[in-house]
């Protein structure tokens, strides 16, 4: 199968103080982020968590013309 060039990401992030959002944990499938989200919502309180979608180049990919 064909590499794709983007790597689509599920990040999970944390505030942590005055340096703004920090990343905690990287998944390619949204189930996964969703649970380790959770578990960092019932480990940490007062800790503002969030969960975002990134993509990344791809190191795998080479470009055929």
Do not use: F, P
Request: hydrophobic share 35%.
């Amino acid at each position: 199968m064909k590499a794709n060039k983007w790597l689509y990401l599920w990040v999970v992030q944390g505030r942590y103080g005055m340096h703004g959002w920090e990343d905690l944990c990287a998944s390619e499938n949204y189930r996964d982020a969703r649970a380790n989200l959770r578990e960092y919502r019932e480990n940490e309180h007062g800790i503002a968590h969030r969960m975002i979608q990134r993509r990344e180049l791809n190191t795998e990919y080479t470009a055929t013309a």
